[in-house]
């Protein structure tokens, strides 16, 4: 494909995982990450993000169905490339599923998923949820051979770790911020030329989420830790909202 994306409306995809976190930290059914996911409906939210872990610290297995019966918004499933959660995601066929890299170890997804070194494993996860119906999603760096390995595996969607980009802003490093916004800028304006769909996310806050937003080509981002921790102070409501007016004064 030879075409140019370019989105009019940003989508917010709110990552819902940290709820179910304070949650299995005491045991329980309280905080419901379905009722997070209702308030995103309920304040104009793109989509949920969900990323059922191999060792289920977070989102757990029966949530997915509640989370999928609470709204209309689509799911978005990040999942490990494991046999175990292909199988989950044929089950609960969710709108899109993104494909991360897990290590047991991090707290949280750190870096992108090695598409070009992974290509022989991600093929047939690719082809499965492909004949399912569910949209496949790679999560990469911006980097160029990252990209072109997505565009072999005939992905529609790349969604472009902004970590480095975080890192450097909240280090005030003016100089790594401009790089990493360069490479994330060229990187969504390559993807888009050749009919893919770059989304991002990680890292993401009310003071560096403006100039991503900007970007014309992305055309979602996904945010959660952040959103969830502004929640504890302001509500999710209201955290919601400030995102969206940031995103869309950024546009």
Known sequence: MNQTLTPSHLRLGVNIDHVAT???????????????????????????????????RHIRDEDLARIQAATNLPLNLEMAATREMLDIALRHKPHAACIVPEKRE???????????????????????????????SLFIEADERQLEAALRLGAPVVEFHTGEYAHAFLDGDAERVTRELRRITDMAALAAKNGIEPHAGHGLTFDNVQPIAAIPQIAELNIGHYLI????FVGLENAIRRMRELMDEAR
């Open 22 to 56: 304070i949650r299995n930290a005491r045991g329980g059914d309280r905080p419901d990450p379905v009722r997070a996911a209702e308030i995103v409906a309920s304040v104009g939210g793109d989509g949920i993000t969900a990323h059922l872990r191999e060792d289920r």
């Open 229 to 232: 921790g502004e929640a504890v």
């Open 106 to 136: 991090e707290r949280t997804t750190e870096g992108g998923l090695d598409a070009a070194g992974m290509h022989n494993t991600l093929v047939p996860i690719c082809e499965e949820l492909r004949a399912a119906g569910i949209r496949v």
